[in-house]
């Protein structure tokens, strides 16, 4: 099994966990559009990274911007929002991290009123 890509940030393991997330099932990471880097989360990116987040637009979500730290595939942001386990090794990913994809990819467009 290939290294995989660098992961920047605060790191606990080599499958990506965080001093912020650490469960058995936070095994990401995201690559941030604004600097090409990847960080195990939002939070590493902002204690480290020295600038602010960019959300990837919807139209580059075919773009492999998500690491599985179990087996170092990289995997397209549209596949990911797409399963709750890696398509490569089937390893369970935190359904949790749902919450925070506004802060990784552009959010829905909103209806106009």
């Known amino acids: 099994m290939s290294a995989g890509p660098a992961v920047f940030g605060p790191t606990i393991d080599d499958q990506t966990r965080c001093i912020h ?3 058995a099932v936070d095994i990401i990471a995201i690559k941030f559009f604004c600097c090409g880097r990847y ?3 939002h939070l590493c ?3 480290t990274a ?4 960019e959300q990837w637009p919807r139209a580059q979500w075919d773009s492999r911007a998500i ?3 179990e087996c170092k595939a ?5 596949d990911y929002l797409e399963v709750t386990a890696c398509p490569s090794c089937d390893a369970a990913f935190n359904e949790g991290c749902r919450l925070h994809s506004h802060l990784y990819f552009e ?3 909103r209806p106009s009123v």
């Not at 020295?50 to 987040?53: D, I, N």
């Not at 990289?74 to 549209?78: F, G, K, L, P, W």
């Open 67 to 69: 690491l599985c730290g």
């Open 107 to 109: 959010s829905e467009p």
């Open 21 to 23: 997330y650490g469960s």
């Open 39 to 41: 960080y195990p989360c």
């Open 74 to 78: 990289e995997i397209s942001i549209a």
């Open 50 to 53: 020295g600038h602010p987040a």
């Open 45 to 47: 990116h902002a204690e």
